[in-house]
Structures are given as C-alpha cells and as structure tokens.
C-alpha cells in the first residue's frame, strides 16, 4: 500500500494561517523551492479532507514524484492510492516544472489548490483535480538567475535539464528518465480526462501574457478532434477575453515577425501532450509571455486554469462519452495516420495583438536584426496554418508479436498499460514482416539519441517462426495508438527511430574477399537471372561497376549466406 508519508524529518512550517506563498510574500519577484512547494502541500493535506498527498515513483533526483489531488467529496482521512476513485467524475491532471526555469504554474497551481480548499472560489463538482507540483525535481533544486537570458523574473528559478540533464519534455515515448516512468504510473492509475501542462515561452515580442497550444486536432481525430478545435478552445479563448485575459494560440516563430502568419506546433508523442493524446485525453500546453512581469504571468496562469476548469464542468457528460467512444475509431483494418504535414489548403486567422517590430542593422554583427517598438501596438489580421493531413498510413493489424529478447520494449508495454499474452509453445505462423528499405539519422545527438527520421520499409507476408514466451499484443484495447505510435517503424516517434532496434543495422557475419570470390562466381553460374541482374547493374551504375567490393558484397546480398536479421524488424504484424 503506498501512504502519505512526510518527506523531510523537519517539522512542517505552516508559513502563516493563510498558507502564504514566498511568490506573495515577495509581492510576484519570487517562486517558492522544491522543499518550500512540498511542505505548502503537505501542510494544506493535513488541515484539508479535500486535499490528498501522494509519494509516487522515484525520480532520477532521488526524490519521488509528488501528486496532489482536490476531490471536495472526500472527506476520508484514510488518503491512499488504494482509497482513492474518480467516482464516476471525470478528472484533469495539472503538470507543473517539467522545465523548472518556467515556474509559473508551480506557483498558479498552489494558489488554485489553496482556494479551493479554502472554499474561495467556485468548486467542481463534476471534476477532479489533480496535480504533480513539481515534475523535473533535479532541475527545481539546480535554482540559478541566469539560465534564461530573455525571461523577466522571477528573481531564481531551476534549470531546463533533469538530475541527468534530459529535457524531460521529449522524453514521454523513449523513457529515458525515472521521472518518464514515475509520470506513466500516475497518469495510467489516474486515466485523466484532461490534461494542462504549464510552461513559458518566448519566440516573438507581443501584447498577450498567455497564449495557448492545444494538442492538434487533426491528429487527435474524430469526436475529441473536432470538440477541442470547435468548442473547448473557443469557450476558452471568449471566456478569458470577458475576463480581461486575452490569449492568442502559441506563437510559433523564431526571429520572425508574428504578422507575417505562423502555424501551429506539431506536438508529436515524444511530448507531453502528443503522449496524452495516444490516451484520448484532451490535452492543453500553457505558454506564457517570458518578458512580461512574473506576477503577471502566475496569475494569467491562475485565471487559466480556474477557467478551463470551469469549462470542464459544463461538458463533463459530453468529455467522458466522448472519451469512451474514442477507442471505437482505430478498428482492425481501418486506416491509421503515422505522420503528418501542414495542409496549406486550409488556415484560420487571427485578431493579433502584437508590436511592430523591424529588420535593423546589428551593433554587434552589422547584420540585419530583428527589433520590436513596445510603443507601437497594433491589432492585425493574420494568417494561422491550423490544419495538418496525413502523409502516410497504416493498417491496424489485429495483433503484434514482440519477440521476448526485447526486455526494454515489454517493460514500456507493461508501464503503459498495454495487456498482452505470452505465446505458450513454438510455432509457424503466417504474419506481415517490415524490412528496413532507408532512414535518416540527426548528425549530432538530441537527448541521448542519435534520432532516426524518415524511416521507410519493404513489407511482405511471411511464415514466420515464434517461440514460447515470445508476446502476442492484441491492437482492440485502450492503448491502441499507443501501439501504433511506438511499434510501427515509420510513425515519427517509433521505437526504431528513437534507437531501440539499431542492432538489426548492423551485419554481424561478412566475407572474406579471397574465399567469397570463388563461391561468389559458383552462386552466378548456378543462378542464371541473378547473374543476369548483376551484369546489368554493372553496366548501368559506374560507381557499382568500379567498386569491386560492392559488387561482391550485392551478391553475396543475393545469397544464402546473407544473414536474415540484417535490416529485419523483429517485431510482425497479425491479421488486419
């Protein structure tokens, strides 16, 4: 049974009666530490039936992962895992501090959860709130003034990196980190409606303190799909505007003037949105302004959320139907998207609030650098690229078989939910094998990979041998797009591109050039069409024709010799 339990052997300081946060006390300059963070909850569960306390997995810090939660029905005091139920509500997780240099909704998140327990506020009925006050620990406790350069306040803050220095935003499909596990363990057990993942950002200078990255909705599809783009995003935008709290989708632009138009950010699986979204829960990135005032930029972030919520409750019954007839969509045979492009066909446009900003020559460089005027505000209409197709598909099969020798892989299966059967005797069957045909690889490492991209395959139908305890995975279950995303080579954030399967790159057996010359020239002679193939290929291709050791090597390529592994996928497709 997991337990509150107290983290620190120091006694709880209860700050004042108000639970009064160092970002009030130091009028909007400051942001409380991981210690100071832990203890206000602490301290707010123990006065507060309604507010429950978590030790969840550890993290690479050594610290565990914390998770608070809001029900105003509970008023048990036993406050455990095993106690906990959703009691038919639906519920929203908050994340806060993946990148602690960004700390707004660490603190707008204290101040919500306060006043809600405090009774200061409207509360939910219909939704549970929880949160996870500080997910990068390691890089919460590395506090600097420093590492960002463009942000304005607060006064210090953590770093980017984790305990290992990952980022841990990209880290949701590969699970590099302890901190990655510990987050699938809560979000599974939570099985969350509704997803906010507060951040701050800055890559154009404008008048808005928030701006919004809704995961997209093309890719999140259907029912879900269309009510995020049509209505949750909406309501939220029009609600915010009658409280004074404009707020204009993310701006997504580098040392460019936002008035010129820009799209909107793809959040693939690797990010915390894309990972919800394999899950059909609707998924919310907060972005706020970093060169606006910190105080500003905490309570933007507290309106927010207050607002969602609210939101939330109105379409309760609408989100959780929705959400259960999501899973009916991705059918065995049906069609699956693997990667996407933007559809310049379609965009929307914006009422934007920004600053006039122009091209001027460098002091420093004598290039051309880009300047915003904050005296020159203006409200333009401007184009934004919304609307993403597919680019490539594939069929659901009705099953996956990932052979046993794959560890890593069924560890992630099980951490993420996925039910799966052991194959109990050796056996032949009849399955759609893949084949590496090319790919790409980034020339210099991006979190601990050397990242594939662009992957493509040969596929056949193939009777292929499976051994006992190898794992048959059934595509009709919750996780669907889960398995979609991490076991078909092709999908941007696949196993293989993040590097799971690099050893089938690899021939591990080869030739020697004076033994393989004679067996080589027996193999043409005894196989007529292949000889015939190879001549041509000689006399076509003149890099082929004056490379002796590609030549042998395209043969032996053609032989029996040629190791079958190289370039195969280990893990086959069943039925579809």
Known sequence: MKSLSILFLFSINFLNAQFTLAFEESKGMQTGTYLQTIEFYTALAKKYPAISLFEMGQTDSGFPLHLVVFDPQNKSQQKTTEAFSKNGKNLLLINNGIHPGEPDGIDATMLLFRDFAENKIPLPKNTIVAAIPIYNIGGALNRNSTSRTNQNGPEEYGFRGNARNYDLNRDFIKTDTKNARAFAEIFHWLNPDLFIDNHVSNGADYQYVLTHLFTQHNKLGGELGTYLHTSLMPQLEDSLHQKKWDITPYVNVFNQVPEMGFTQFMDSPRYSSGYTTLFNTLGLIVETHMLKPYKQRVEGTYELMKTFISIAENNATQIKNMRKNAVEKYKVGSYYPISWELDSAKNSTLKFKGFEGKMLPSNITGADRLKYFRDKPFTKVVTYYNYFKPTDSVTIPSAYIVPKGYWNVIELLK???????????????????????????????????????????????????????????????????????????????????????????????????????????????????????????????????KNWYAQLDWIHKQSPYYEKSHLLYPIVRVGG
């Not at 759609?432 to 991006?446: D, Q």
């Not at 089938?504 to 193999?523: R, T």
């Not at 292949?530 to 291709?541: R, Y």
């Open 415 to 545: 951490l993420n939910n996925i039910k799966f059967e052991e194959i109990k005797n050796d056996s032949t069957i009849s399955a759609e094998v893949y084949r590496i045909k090319n790919y790409e690889t980034v020339k210099n490492p991006f979190e601990g990979h050397y990242l594939h991209y662009k992957t493509e395959v040969t596929k056949s139908t193939e009777n292929v041998s499976v051994k006992k305890g190898d794992i048959l995975i059934k595509t009709q279950q919750p996780g669907v797009r889960y398995l979609l995303e991490t076991l078909e080579p092709s999908a941007t954030d696949s196993f293989f591109n993040w590097n799971f399967f690099d050893a089938i790159l690899q021939q591990k057996e080869g030739f020697s050039p004076y033994v393989w010359e004679d067996m080589a020239e027996n193999f043409l002679n005894e196989n007529p069409e292949i000889k015939k193939e190879f001549e041509t290929k000689k006399s076509t291709e003149p890099d082929f024709s």
